[in-house]
């Protein structure tokens, strides 16, 4: 079976600190993915990667980066955190372009 | 732009009983659907995926419709269990081309009572 691994299930940090979030997937995946998900609004992309070093903005960038040097690891970097990006973020990985996404069981960031 | 509709935020029935859960999508042609299942402080799981050309699928008491014409999608869960309360989510590609990108519903919120 698939897993995706994410480094903390809960994490607290004060507002204007650089938060990392960290996800390991273990089946050699192509594709990996942040989203964050709110009540009310769903699951909304953040970034994505289709490749080692490469990455594409998903639709909620803004106050984020991402890092992929390694297949098996794609990090979410929140450069100067705010109370706004308190939500609940998870990380998937896909073989392909039109494969099912894995998920992790999510990390959920308060920022203070 | 593309956008998706799932018809409630919540859903109760009764444990034997078949739920249904409908996906509609507006604004362009998916080239497939998938549903997804997540519980409460989990990530979503995957269920089942449809393609554009298949009319039906089926996974044990699972099964899933995919109407192109009348751009919706419906997820039948038939002699249905306590164990199947969850929030049951559809996810469509958010190109024709079945790019790396999907986009999900909010999700149904359905509860089995016994």
């Known amino acids: 079976d698939v897993k995706v691994t994410q480094s903390s299930r809960y994490l607290v940090k004060r507002t204007g600190e650089k938060v990392f979030l960290e996800c390991v997937q273990d089946?050699?995946?192509?594709?990996m993915f942040w989203y964050r998900q709110d009540p009310g609004l769903g699951l909304r992309l953040i970034y994505f990667s289709y490749d080692v070093k490469m990455k594409e903005k998903g639709d909620i960038p803004e106050g984020y980066s991402v890092s992929r040097e390694k297949k098996e690891r794609f990090s979410l970097i929140l450069e100067s955190a705010s109370t706004n990006q308190t939500s609940m973020y998870l990380c998937?990985?896909?073989?392909?372009?039109?494969?099912?996404?894995?998920f992790g069981d999510g990390t959920r960031l308060s920022i203070l | 732009s593309q956008k998706i509709e799932q018809n409630s935020e919540a859903l109760n029935i009764q444990e034997g009983k078949t739920a249904t859960l409908t996906c509609n999508y507006t604004?362009?042609?998916?080239?497939?659907l998938q549903w997804y299942r997540q519980d409460p402080g989990r990530g979503p799981v995957f269920l089942l995926l449809i393609r554009e050309n298949e009319k039906e699928k089926r996974k044990e008491r699972l099964k899933v419709t995919f109407d192109t014409t009348l751009k919706q999608s419906l997820f039948h869960i038939t002699a249905s269990q306590p164990a199947d309360s969850a929030t049951y989510l559809c996810?469509?590609?958010?190109?024709?081309?079945?790019?790396?990108?999907?986009?999900f519903g909010s999700g149904t919120r359905l509860s089995i009572r016994p």
């Open positions: 089946m050699d995946h192509e594709n």
């Open positions: 604004n362009y042609s998916p080239a497939y």
């Open positions: 998937a990985s896909s073989r392909l372009s039109n494969q099912p996404q894995h």
């Open positions: 996810a469509l590609p958010s190109l024709r081309s079945s790019a790396s990108k999907i986009i």
